[in-house]
């Protein structure tokens, strides 16, 4: 293999020609000590105002990438990390791209979990002392402190922001903004108050939006079939020969909403039977598999029975019930409409209705218990046909006086219990059974919600919905089928409920008529608590009067008012940053260039912001939206203390006690892995990959101590212009602008793993593995400003300027620190000295250097393969004890294709001697051979073979002729030559007695 050339230059040192030899010099570490050294980086950015200074300076537009605000709630995950560092990479590569970047970082401040936390911090006594006030104000004083914190987490991460100036949504101009889209929203009629079913979640006491649920695996409801008696109707006569002895079936997996029960509900188009129900002769009273069956008493009574199901679902329910079932009569479910029952709890007289697509024979019974009190299809129906609207459940859930007997019970509890025990004393209930299946639950307190009719604020999406899902059909989406995630969820949403019974968040702003609960809200009353609120902050409406809250026009009628005691959806105060920030701050624009979030904010920001931005607006607040998947640990597990397999980003950084089980690995390192992944699926991290990651960060650390320590005398008046380099250098050249061309297409499409991948194989494979290798030659020994050393750095130092730059958004420490040791100085392109890295812009492409001749690029790699099987001889010999280093060898070639043949013999005696094969292969000797017919060929004892489909060319190796020059190593016959220097070769001896004069150099630019 290749000599080891850095470790010999040492050793020759010891020789008296030791000072003639240019090793490299710099005093830029191979360990990065990224625990001092990243943050005295941080510190130089700061004090400098480098993101500031570079973003004024530019002048090629603005770019805006909007933050989403996470939550002011405990310490950063690597969600979180991985979040702010994609936005980072984009913000430094649009930085370098010459655009004006403006990066609020902004705080997602209200709500429930902030609530939570601080009654959970107080003690029984103190919380009954608590007035709304103090309660806000210890929210807000929790909020701020972890804002302070979770700021100077994301600073630790390397992220460029306009940390001074972030947004809070419990800011007085934010909460403003927040009212004014409110308001729009109300005067153009989207918004409205209706008693309707919402998402309830007990735990909390507040309604919930879609997007503050979750459906966890596992969850298993207790289901009923049950049945409802049948007493007559407008069209009787066709079950008459039935009646008293027919029922209705019904199946539910919430029997606590029995009691609300307002109709039974069947699909018009579906048939239906009256069916006899027999006893048969297998027990089916045991459990089938994991599911609990329960078989009601109504199955054991030998009495006659008969019920209504849909058809298709005979066979199923016979099997479920273990019972026969025979078809007495057939009709259709529009024969049953306005039949009347008997309620099974009450004895109030109920109507067959016909409902929607929603009654299938998927599963139950093909007849909908419907109570419109406690779900959004038993809702619509019971507006269809005017239905009440009962919901005796209150905001504990509990139900309440209006429950008769089951008052007080617990209806996730032991309310549901005390139901299907009424229902099968009174001979109601066919069968119980367990049903997995999923759940809405609290996202928060981890609990399961219910669905319950309650006066509620809502936004009323129906009334923009087509404007919507045209305006998410002109947004870049990425990864592109986020387009189908979003218009599903947009498309099948119902109203917003926007209101919640919680003091922390900001309020509705509407009165209440005292006696006839009568809201108050236009415009003159949202734009007079608008204007107190940008001055005072929204604990106004808490301390302030009626009175001064009012208008004056309305303040003669104060006495007849108070204030509402809601607040609004968080989702709807980070769903209007749009408007608190990017139509508020001076310098950014609407809409956003780029939203940028995990996949969970389809339902979430994404959703939020683009509904109030529709409504008031008409357009979407962002003009592409990235979206990325969630963080898991090495094996695709989900990341829980319990499994204790959580990756925290501090420790990363930072390390832990023990640094050979948490090593610190820095911000780069992190930044790194984040480069390296397909963000738009989920990802996977932990102590293996975080190893891998920090193994690659060193070598390509090591590429840029090594481009560092060979430029240490270089100025840049010393570059070799392009035509008069040797064509190594030139090929070198292609394939570094080929890199960046492809590097700046994958930042354009935000496809960050591809360059991770393009640098690491260009700086290992490429450059450490061949050029930089085969230079260290004329680097280290072909003299200090020789024409072959000159035109190496030439190309070192386009290497190292153009590397710098493309990497420096992923791993800006790194970048940084390089450029703070760059023995050079540069100047930009209007001639000022460029301090710090980000002062450069992307390098101009330089069509020169892809103009390399397209034969010539093919054998290049021909000639690169050929290298490879020439190494493999080499180590062949090595292993034989032939040779050492490989610098021991002579390499004969032979070849019948007379193309490649006549190149090969062109490069062994190419007068430029950085083009030479000998150099290339890193040996002393090459030799072409015109034929294999000489008793030399069959002297070599090591061979090989180097196929390019129909052609093949032969390797030999065998010892190099001549004695070792005690300077460059390389093997000549004409060391002992020279009487004053006996122990050098031509090539050095030039070198130390010549002084050959330097060629007419002229800047490179790039």
Not at 28 to 52: I, Y
Not at 311 to 322: F, M, S, Y
Not at 487 to 502: E, G, L
Not at 966 to 989: A, I, K
């Amino acid at each position: 293999m290749a000599a080891k050339k850095a470790s010999e230059g040492e050793k020759q040192e010891d020789g008296k020609y030791k000072h003639t030899v240019d090793l490299p010099k710099t005093g830029f570490g191979m360990r990065a000590n990224s625990v001092t050294r990243e943050p005295e980086l941080q510190k130089l950015w700061e004090e400098n105002q480098v993101f500031k200074r570079v973003s004024d300076n530019n002048n090629g537009g603005s770019f805006i990438l909007h933050d989403g605000p996470p939550y002011a709630n405990g310490d950063l995950h690597m969600g979180h990390a991985l979040n702010k560092i994609l936005k980072d990479i984009i913000n430094r590569y649009k930085l370098l791209q010459n655009y004006k970047v403006q990066y609020i970082p902004g705080w997602d401040c209200h709500g429930l979990p902030i609530e939570l936390k601080v009654l959970q911090s107080l003690d029984q006594e103190v919380r009954k002392e608590l007035t709304p006030l103090k309660l806000r104000a210890k929210a807000a004083k929790f909020a701020k402190a972890t804002v302070k914190t979770q700021m100077e987490s994301f600073k630790r991460f390397g992220v460029w922001a306009d940390w001074n100036n972030p947004y809070l949504t419990l800011d007085p101009e934010y909460e403003a903004a927040q009212i004014e889209v409110f308001g729009q929203m109300a005067l153009l009629g989207y918004i409205y108050r209706g008693r309707k079913p919402v998402h309830w979640s007990p735990s909390s006491r507040t309604a919930l939006a879609e997007a503050e649920l979750e459906y966890p695996e596992g969850h298993v409801s207790r289901s009923i079939y049950a049945i409802f008696k049948l007493v007559g109707g407008a069209k009787t006569s066709l079950l008459d020969e039935f009646i008293p002895n027919i029922y209705l079936a019904v199946w539910t997996t919430t029997p606590w909403t029995i009691p609300a029960n307002a109709a039974v509900a069947v699909n018009a188009k579906l048939q239906y039977s009256a069916v006899e129900v027999h006893a048969s002769s297998e027990d089916e009273s045991a459990s089938t598999g994991k599911k609990k069956k329960m078989p009601g008493k109504v199955l054991k009574n030998q009495q006659k029975l008969c019920v209504i199901v849909a058809t298709d679902l005979v066979p199923a329910l016979e099997a479920k019930w273990g019972v026969k079932l025979i078809i007495r009569k057939t009709f259709l479910g529009a024969d049953l409409e306005n039949c009347r029952y008997t309620h099974p709890i009450d004895n109030r007289d109920c109507p067959v209705v016909i409902g929607g697509d929603y009654i299938t024979t998927e599963s139950g019974t093909g007849l909908v218990h419907t109570a419109p009190g406690h779900g959004q299809e038993d809702y619509a129906t019971g507006l269809k046909y005017g239905l009440p609207i009962v919901s005796p459940v209150d905001d504990g859930g509990n139900f309440t006086e209006e429950a008769g007997q089951f008052r007080g019970l617990s209806v996730l509890g032991e309310g549901n219990s005390a139901v299907v025990s009424y229902l099968d004393e009174n001979m109601s209930l066919v069968m119980e059974e367990s049903y997995a299946h999923k759940y809405p639950y609290d996202w928060r307190t981890k609990k399961p919600t219910i669905f319950r009719a309650t006066e509620q604020w809502f936004a009323s999406v129906e009334g923009f919905r087509k404007a919507t899902m045209d305006a998410i059909n002109n947004v870049k989406w990425i990864p592109h089928q986020a387009v189908n995630r979003i218009s599903a969820m947009t498309s099948s949403r119902s109203d917003w409920c926007i209101s919640r019974q919680r003091t922390w968040g900001v309020p509705i702003p509407v009165f209440y008529h005292v006696e006839t609960k009568e809201p108050l809200m236009n415009e003159e009353t949202v734009e007079h608590v608008k204007t107190i609120i940008s001055q005072k902050g929204s604990d106004a409406w808490w301390y302030m009067s009626v009175e001064d809250l009012l208008p004056e026009k309305y303040r003669d009628k104060a006495a007849d008012y108070e204030k509402g005691t809601d607040t609004m959806d968080v989702w709807f105060d980070s769903g209007s940053s749009w408007a608190g920030v990017l139509g508020k701050r001076e310098g950014l624009t609407f809409p956003a260039d780029v939203y940028l979030e995990g996949t969970d904010q389809h339902r979430g920001w994404f959703q939020s912001s683009l509904l109030t931005s529709i409504a008031t607006k008409g357009k979407a607040p962002y003009s592409a939206v990235i979206t990325h998947g969630f963080v898991l640990d090495e094996k695709g597990m989900k990341m829980s203390k319990s499994l204790g397999n959580v990756v925290d980003p501090r420790l990363v950084i930072e390390g832990g006690k023990n640094s050979k089980d948490a090593p610190a690995y820095g911000a780069d390192v992190m930044r790194l892995w984040v480069s390296s992944v397909d963000y738009t699926g989920d990802v996977l991290i932990g102590p293996q990959i975080l190893r891998q990651m920090s193994d690659i960060y060193r070598k390509l650390r090591g590429t840029l101590r090594y481009l560092l320590g060979n430029l240490h005398d270089w100025r840049v008046d010393n570059a070799v212009p392009y035509q008069d380099l040797p064509i190594i250098d030139q090929h070198a050249l292609f394939q570094l602008e080929n890199v960046v061309k492809n590097i700046q297409e994958c930042y354009e499409n935000y496809q960050f793993f591809k360059i991770f991948q393009i640098i690491q194989r260009f700086t290992i494979v490429d450059l450490s593995n061949f050029y930089f290798d085969i230079a260290k030659d004329r680097l280290y020994t072909g003299g200090t400003s020789s024409f072959t050393r000159r035109s190496c750095q030439t190309v070192l130092s386009t290497h190292l300027l153009s590397i710098l730059r493309v990497i420096a958004p992923i791993v800006p420490h790194l970048a940084e620190d390089v450029w703070q040791n760059l023995p050079f100085e540069y100047r930009t392109e209007d001639g000022s000295a460029a301090k710090f890295v980000f002062e450069l812009k992307w390098p101009l492409l330089n069509e020169q250097w892809l103009s390399f001749p397209a034969e010539e690029v093919l054998f290049w790699e021909r000639l690169l393969e050929l290298r490879t099987e020439v190494n493999k001889v080499l180590e062949l010999a090595r292993n034989g004890k032939l040779i050492g280093s490989s610098l021991e060898a002579k390499v004969y070639l032979h070849t019948a294709d007379a193309s490649m043949a006549s190149k090969l013999v062109e490069m062994s005696e190419a007068q430029n001697e950085a083009d030479t094969l000998q150099r290339i292969f890193i040996t002393s000797q090459v030799e072409v051979l015109s034929s294999m017919e000489t008793e030399m060929v069959n002297s070599v004892q090591h061979t090989g073979e180097y196929v390019d489909g129909e052609n093949k060319v032969w390797i030999g190796v065998s010892r190099a002729e001549g004695s070792k020059c005690e300077r460059c190593w390389n093997y000549s016959g004409q060391v002992g030559s020279f009487s004053e220097h006996p122990t050098l070769c031509g090539r050095c001896f030039n070198v130390i007695v010549a002084t050959p004069p330097e060629p007419v150099v002229a800047a490179v630019t790039n």
